[in-house]
Nanobody
Framework: QVQLVESGGVLVQAGGSLRLSCAAS????????MGWHRQVPGKQRELVAT???????NYADSVKGRFTISRDNAKNTMYLQMNSLKPEDTAVYYC????????????????WGQGTQVTVSS
């Protein structure tokens, strides 16, 4: 069983920056892929960024060049640095772990945090 706890979500003005953190209950070095997802009420959950144990990253087109995902295995923590924030980035952000394959799809993630709200005002 893995417990994930997100933090860092706040209200921020458009153009601003924010860093989200995801603390895991145990070693994250054993996880092949971790990811950040987001969801707006009434819309499907969106996979925002992923990072593998080897450090390879992938981003949704909507956040490329603005968001950076990273992980610190020694601290059992994953991060999402968000720059040049836009109102359309407003959502609940979730961190999650994918222990198998198909980690490009949010439906294949096995463990989820409770989410943290990010609100970007215009």
């Amino acid at each position: 069983q893995v417990q994930l706890v997100e933090s860092g979500g706040v209200l921020v003005q458009a153009g601003g920056s924010l860093r989200l953190s995801c603390a895991a209950s145990g070693s994250i070095g054993r996880f092949n892929t971790m990811g950040w997802h987001r969801q707006v009420p009434g819309k499907q959950r969106e996979l925002v960024a992923t990072i593998t144990s080897g450090g390879s990253t992938n981003y949704a087109d909507s956040v490329k060049g603005r968001f950076t995902i990273s992980r610190d295995n020694a601290k059992n923590t994953m991060y999402l640095q968000m720059n040049s924030l836009k109102p359309e980035d407003t959502a609940v952000y979730y961190c999650a772990v994918c222990v198998g394959y198909g980690c490009y799809a949010h439906g294949n993630y096995n463990y989820w945090g409770q989410g943290t709200q990010v609100t970007v005002s215009s």
